[in-house]
T-cell receptor
Framework: DSGVTQTPKHLITATGQRVTLRCSPR?????VYWYQQSLDQGLQFLIQ???????AKGNILERFSAQQFPDLHSELNLSSLELGDSALYFC???????????FGSGTRLTVV | EDKVVQSPLSLVVHEGDTVTLNCSYE??????LLWYKQEKKAPTFLFML????IEKKSGRLSSILDKKELFSILNITATQTGDSAVYLC??????????FGKGTRLSVIA
């Protein structure tokens, strides 16, 4: 157990639907990162939060949004889902901005 | 745009072989390079390198960084089937989030 908890582990949903992925960072970590991993693209950075504030944005679609709550857990919302959104979504956390990340076990999203 | 390129994309070796995985990077304000191992799900941290020429070692794994030529290698000696995984390289520019390469899939056969 890495200390980063992601739920749910698996999600199957239909095109056009909306889902919410949840992440609890490792205790004491203030930074939360969301990454998308698909077979041909590797790990693609989506968005980062640091102590409740959005810190950096990557290739995140407008249909996707995220937030970090006062207890530091984070949620990634994906709406108007398309088949191409099927992927593994990872959350990672770190204590500062320069260290390594600890990854959660991911949420596998399948859009049918 | 920051970029990390890993080679080879996949590799099959026999137990006991030594392998070298390559990672080249192009970043505007290099801060560090990291290696991760991804077996089934979550990537797990292996090494973080910030200085050229200083080898980091953990058991049969070692890694070194060349900041002049902008690359890093990950060596695994006396490979075992348990080393089968995807090895990810990532670079950091300034305070920005890690940029990952596509990974090298290593398969070690008995």
């Amino acid at each position: 157990d890495s200390g980063v908890t992601q739920t749910p582990k698996h999600l199957i949903t239909a095109t056009g639907q909306r889902v919410t992925l949840r992440c609890s960072p490792r205790s004491g970590d203030l930074s939360v990162y969301w990454y998308q991993q698909s077979l041909d693209q590797g790990l693609q950075f989506l968005i980062q939060y640091y102590n409740g504030e959005e810190r950096a944005k990557g290739n995140i679609l407008e249909r996707f949004s995220a937030q970090q709550f006062p207890d530091l857990h984070s949620e990634l919302n994906l709406s108007s889902l398309e088949l191409g959104d099927s992927a593994l979504y990872f959350c990672a956390s770190s204590s500062g901005l320069l260290g390594g990340y600890t990854f959660g076990s991911g949420t596998r999203l399948t859009v049918v | 745009e920051d970029k990390v390129v890993q080679s080879p994309l996949s590799l099959v070796v026999h137990e006991g072989d030594t392998v070298t995985l390559n990672c080249s990077y192009e970043v505007t304000n290099f801060r560090s390079l990291l290696w991760y191992k991804q077996e089934k799900k979550a990537p797990t941290f292996l090494f973080m390198l910030t200085s050229s020429g200083i080898e980091k070692k953990s058991g049969r794994l070692s890694s070194i960084l060349d900041k002049k030529e902008l690359f890093s290698i990950l060596n695994i000696t006396a490979t075992q089937t348990g080393d089968s995984a995807v090895y990810l390289c990532a670079s950091r520019s300034g305070n920005t989030p890690l940029v990952f390469g596509k990974g090298t899939r290593l398969s070690v056969i008995a």
